[in-house]
């Protein structure tokens, strides 16, 4: 079985056309989303219709959460996509799940398995990313003893195995490259084989500047920086 894998699309359209173009090359049985559809000032509404119209397995990221459900303390750009969406684009957002299991060996979650919030893997440590340690990691794995942990929110694509043998993969981001230093779109192919299942981290160029002028449009020109060179951190977004 092939599965294609993205997350993190932060409302670039131009990004997500890309990668599915990509993807529909690849020979895949299925595709699967790991939340952060909307929150981006680029086409986020048009993001949501695509969405709506493919149904493809997905659970829902924290800034999916925040604008569905508000915060103190709301960040400009989730206050900017709540009020651009209509009413079946918000009644399809609040109605993806927190976590989901595909295919019974598959396990989707945005942040880590209990907390859409938190970094898996990465985390930011001031201003640079870096590999967090093996103990916090095979704690946020413990009892989901699936073969296969599937996990977004920290745009790092990565693959790595627990002690045990289970694969967690971060496939990137799609719409939105922080400190990456490129901006392509990122997303990842698992395949299960007879050995097990394997992973491709993929990178496809598509038409950034075009994204970067949607953002810069709107009054955004942090955002679009981040997505012409893929440097930027989160902060300041």
């Keep these: 079985m092939r599965v294609a894998v993205l997350s993190d699309?932060?409302?670039?359209?131009?990004?997500?056309?890309?990668?599915?173009?990509?993807?529909?090359?690849?020979?895949?049985?299925?595709?699967?989303?790991?939340?952060?559809?909307?929150?981006?000032?680029?086409?986020?509404?048009?993001?949501?219709?695509?969405?709506?119209?493919?149904?493809?397995?997905?659970?829902?990221g924290n800034h999916d959460r925040y604008i569905t459900d508000g915060r103190e303390k709301d960040w400009h750009i989730d206050t900017l996509v709540r009020g651009m969406l209509d009413e079946r684009q918000r009644q399809w957002l609040a109605s993806v799940p927190a976590t989901l299991l595909f295919e019974e060996d598959v396990f989707l979650c945005h942040g880590t398995p209990r907390n859409d919030n938190a970094s898996f893997m990465d985390g930011f440590v001031g201003p640079v990313v870096s590999l967090l340690d093996k103990d916090h990691i095979e704690t946020e794995a413990a009892g989901f003893d699936h073969e296969v942990l599937l996990c977004g929110h920290t745009h790092v694509p990565r693959s790595l195995r627990l002690s045990d043998g289970r694969l967690?993969?971060?496939?990137?981001?799609?719409?939105?490259?922080?400190?990456?230093?490129?901006?392509?779109?990122?997303?990842?192919?698992?395949?299960?084989?007879?050995?097990g299942w394997n992973t491709e981290l993929r990178a496809v160029a598509y038409d950034h500047a075009a994204a970067a002028k949607q953002a810069l449009d709107r009054g955004y020109p942090r955002w679009a920086e981040a997505l012409t060179w893929g440097w930027m951190s989160p902060r300041g977004l």
Excluded: C, W
């Design 168 to 195: 967690v993969v971060n496939p990137g981001s799609v719409g939105l490259p922080f400190e990456i230093g490129s901006p392509d779109a990122r997303y990842a192919i698992i395949e299960q084989r007879r050995a």
């Design 9 to 60: 699309v932060h409302g670039n359209l131009k990004a997500l056309d890309a990668v599915l173009e990509d993807i529909a090359r690849q020979g895949v049985e299925a595709t699967v989303a790991l939340g952060d559809f909307l929150s981006g000032p680029s086409d986020p509404t048009g993001v949501a219709d695509r969405f709506i119209e493919l149904n493809m397995p997905s659970v829902r």
